[in-house]
């Protein structure tokens, strides 16, 4: 008796030991020009931290491999083609050829050869410009996907054609990471990388994610949340890198058919769906493609996906998978939304 009366306190501690709560670990990176935000919950705070510093190191490392400003980069050496085929290794390959389709299934809107053009514009650097018609339409004979020649482990690009990933690489990244998740056996995380956010599991109590959707037209306000489970939801829009000239607002997405910005009446594209890769490649796609043909594509494209899309007017349109899964209980003004659906 006198035993068992010792054992259970040590069986009970046993047992809450294993049930543990998850434990809280989270930090910033700064990389593809844009601040990262990475929680994982973990059952020591040291797996945590371990994972944290695995999706550190891989963010880094697609950075040096994918960054065109980054002159050693294998972008940078494909840059550099003029051409000639460029060695290049299996992964920027694919990540190219992964773009060549977006462009192909998108009829042109997702463009990775607009480099020349967002270098006309300098969005990044100390002096953006709006550049000339003129310009602009000089430069447009350096644009066109299906100019990308690939080989045998090899690309080539024509002399002044140059690539740039900026709209599918972090979703890209945010693929990686599930991938570098998995391996560390985390399996509740959440990271925001610009506005890319995968949503890994559910959060530690079990209920889904909540992701905020920011107002395009009032960044400072939130749209409603979202609430996933193993999602990505991915945003472009153009209040996030623009400059201002003579009242006009000028931003990072390209109409690759003009070189010009793309003003296509929508304001802001939220793809809600399982890659990040395809998140990201086709919220910049339907921006530049603009209400009319963002819907269609979303009605006719091979793999089910959500979205939202802003217009000018403020109007939210969510397709109808959403309709379980966003809250706009808590939007800071009154809006419209209107749900959208297949037939
Ligand atoms: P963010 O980088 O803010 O997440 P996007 O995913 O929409 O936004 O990507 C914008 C970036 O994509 C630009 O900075 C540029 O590098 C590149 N880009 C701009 N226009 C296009 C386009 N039509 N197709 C493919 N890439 C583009
Ligand atoms: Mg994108």
């Avoid at 049930?19 to 670990?25: G, H, L, N, T």
């Avoid at 514009?121 to 066109?144: A, H, I, Y």
């Avoid at 690309?155 to 740039?164: F, I, Y």
């Avoid at 109590?205 to 749209?223: F, H, K, T």
Wanted: aromatic share 10%.
């Amino acid at each position: 008796m006198k035993k068992q009366v010792f054992l259970l306190p040590l069986l009970l501690l046993l047992l809450c030991g294993c049930q543990q709560a998850p434990q809280e670990s989270s930090t910033q990176v700064y990389a593809m020009d844009t601040m990262m935000d990475l929680t994982v919950y973990a059952s020591t705070s040291e797996a945590g931290e371990q994972a944290l510093h695995a999706a550190e190191t891989e963010i880094y490392r697609l950075d040096a491999l994918l960054s065109r400003h980054d002159e050693s980069s294998a972008v940078s050496a494909i840059n550099k083609s003029n051409g000639t085929p460029v060695a290049a290794d299996e992964e920027v390959l694919s990540l190219l050829k992964t773009s060549v389709d977006y462009f192909q299934q998108t009829n042109g809107a997702f463009d990775v050869t607009v480099a020349p053009i967002m270098d006309a514009w300098n969005f990044t650097g100390e002096t953006p410009r709006v550049p000339s018609r003129q310009e602009l339409d000089q430069l447009l004979t350096l644009v066109g996907s299906d100019r990308i020649v690939f080989g045998d482990g090899t690309v080539t690009l024509e002399e002044g054609m140059a690539v740039d990933l900026g709209g599918i690489a972090k979703g890209y990244a945010s693929d990686r990471l599930a991938a570098v998740f998995e391996e560390n056996g985390v399996d509740s995380a959440m990271v925001s990388l610009g506005g890319n956010v995968y949503a890994r599991g559910t959060r530690p109590d079990g209920n889904p994610w909540r992701i905020a959707v920011q107002d395009p037209n009032d960044p400072s306000a939130y749209l409603g949340v979202l609430l996933l489970t193993d999602k990505y939801a991915i945003t472009s829009g153009g209040y996030q890198r623009y400059f201002e000239q003579d009242g006009v607002t000028y931003y990072h997405i390209i109409d690759p058919k003009t070189g010009d910005v793309a003003r296509n009446g929508l304001t802001s594209v939220t793809i809600v769906c399982d890659s990040g890769t395809m998140g990201d490649a086709l919220s910049t796609a339907l921006f530049v493609m603009g209400y009319d043909n963002a819907v269609s594509f979303w009605q006719s494209y091979s793999t089910d996906f959500d979205m939202i899309l802003v217009d000018e007017a403020g109007t939210v349109y969510l397709t109808e998978g959403l309709k379980d899964c966003f809250d706009s209980s808590l939007a800071e003004h009154e809006y419209e939304y209107v749900y959208l659906t297949k037939n």
